[in-house]
C-alpha cells in the first residue's frame, strides 16, 4: 500500500469518527436542566375566606372603617352623603355575634380575644364595607347595631358577621327582635364547634 493510499484511508476513518461522533450528539442533546422558580412568601397576608358566608347584591351604606375596636366592634366614618342621615364618625356593634373581650378594663382579656380582634383587623382595617340595619338602631352605649359586609376582589360579597362565627373567632349572641339571621348564625356556630375552629378548639 503506497504512502498516499495510507494518508487517505486514515483520513476516511478520522471522519467518519468525527460524523458518527456528531451524529450521536446531534440527535441525543443534553436535556436542558429546568430551574423552576422557588415560590416567594407575600407580604401580604391574606385572610381565608368561608365561601358559605360570601354573597352577592347587597345593598346599604358604604362606610370606611378607621378602626378596629375589637373583634366585633368597628369605628367608620361615613362617605359621600351618608343614607342615614349621620356624618362623620361612628362607632359599629355587629349584630348577632360576640368576640371575646380584649378592651374592657373591668375584665380580663378573654381566651381567643387578641385573635378574634386581629382577625377583624385584617379583614377590614382601612376598608370599605356596606352596613344593614335590622330592627333596632343603636344598643345602650349609642353604637349603630349594624350587619357588617365586605366588597371582595372576585366579585363576592363577604358577610363578615356569620364569617367570623363559622370560623370560630366569635359565639352567638342574640338580642331580639334583631334575628334577621339568628338561624343561619346558629348553623355557622354549630359548624365551628364540631370542626373545634378557633375559640372551640382552644378554650370550650
Do not use: H
Request: proline share 6%; hydrophobic share 35%; charged share 25%.
Amino acid at each position: 500500500m503506497s504512502q498516499n493510499t495510507k494518508l487517505l484511508v486514515s483520513f476516511s476513518f478520522i471522519i467518519i469518527f468525527f460524523g458518527l461522533t456528531f451524529l450521536f450528539f446531534g440527535l441525543n442533546p443534553k436535556p436542558e436542566q429546568n430551574f423552576s422558580p422557588q415560590p416567594t412568601t407575600s407580604i401580604v397576608e391574606t385572610a381565608p375566606i368561608a365561601t358559605t358566608s360570601a354573597v352577592v347584591g347587597i345593598e346599604g351604606e358604604r362606610v370606611l372603617v378607621t378602626k378596629v375596636v375589637d373583634g366585633d366592634t368597628i369605628e367608620v366614618s361615613s362617605i359621600g352623603r351618608p343614607a342615614s342621615g349621620w356624618e362623620g364618625e361612628k362607632t359599629i356593634r355587629f349584630i348577632g355575634i360576640d368576640t371575646p373581650e380584649t378592651v374592657d378594663p373591668r375584665r380580663p382579656v378573654g381566651c381567643f380575644g387578641k385573635e378574634a380582634s386581629n382577625k377583624t383587623k385584617g379583614l377590614l382595617s382601612g376598608k370599605e364595607v356596606i352596613l344593614q340595619k335590622d330592627i333596632t338602631d343603636k344598643d345602650k352605649y349609642g353604637r349603630l347595631l349594624r350587619y357588617i359586609y365586605l366588597p371582595l376582589e372576585n366579585g363576592q360579597t363577604l358577610f363578615v358577621n356569620d364569617y367570623l362565627v363559622r370560623e370560630g373567632f366569635a359565639s352567638v349572641l342574640t338580642y331580639p327582635p334583631d334575628v334577621k339571621y339568628n338561624e343561619e348564625f346558629r348553623g355557622a356556630e354549630k359548624e365551628a364547634k364540631e370542626g373545634k375552629k378557633g375559640l372551640w378548639g382552644r378554650c370550650k
